[in-house]
């Protein structure tokens, strides 16, 4: 009886033994790039790719959603409120507004599984996106469609300063200054969705955001001069952050 005993262990030992190997030979044919192991990049668009077994999809009866970290984050929830109210209606589901105290809070909520639909701000979105499986989709835009912010370096205009290595300290006359140099275009918070939520749910999230009616809202009156979503991506978008993290030193590690 013993020796049988240690025969099933051993043979058990040795089926656990070889499911290890498959997973971590598994794990190994997964590209993801900067993403944390537990999310997959097959497509090579830098975010995590969507669930492939229905197992890990999730479709929440109440979805949460929170914007990026601010002074006083229950101001938000009514300025964040007709828009709620729009994304009740598209989805069908109720949504509730989740004010954030830290961007480590955001991530961290979104990690385990607490936060579905978010708002991260401009440096957080990479470490939303590799520690968090953030996929960002869409930003808030002008009339005109045109979004972000860009760094410039003005010199006077008749100055013999050429590049940015050239630069002397003078009295700035905006009548006679030029710029020299124009940085590509740095995104504001991008607005995105948890990378596990049911394909259908989070079509429906971006229909949510991109039919929303600006015109008189509250989110019109907070963020002048933004009058739509637009569409976006973290491979292209995020391009000039990433290289300025890269420059710095900075490693998307997940704790």
Known sequence: MPRQINVIASAFVALMFSGALL?????QDCPRGDLDKA?????????ADTPTDA?????PS??????????????????????????EKVTGKKVVFFPVQSNAAEIEAMRSGRLHIAGFNTGSNPIAVNCAGFVPFAIMAGKDGN????????????????????????????????????????????YGVAHNLDPALQAKIKEAFFTFPWEGSTLQAEF???????????KKDWSVIRKIDAASGVKYSCK
């Open 23 to 27: 997973a971590a030979s598994q794990a």
């Open 39 to 47: 999310y997959c990049d097959r497509d090579g668009d830098l975010v």
């Open 55 to 59: 197992k890990q999809l999730v479709n």
């Open 62 to 87: 109440t979805l949460i959603f929170a914007y990026t970290p601010v002074e006083d984050p229950a101001v938000y929830t009514k300025v964040w409120d007709g828009f709620i109210k729009h994304m």
């Open 147 to 190: 979004f972000g912010y860009e760094m410039e370096i003005i010199v006077p205009a008749d100055s013999t300063i050429k590049t940015p290595a050239d630069i002397e300290r003078n009295v700035v006359d905006k009548a006679k200054i030029r710029t020299i140099y124009k940085s590509e275009t740095f995104p504001t918070t991008g």
């Open 224 to 234: 002048k001069g933004q009058d739509k979503f637009v569409p976006i991506t973290y």
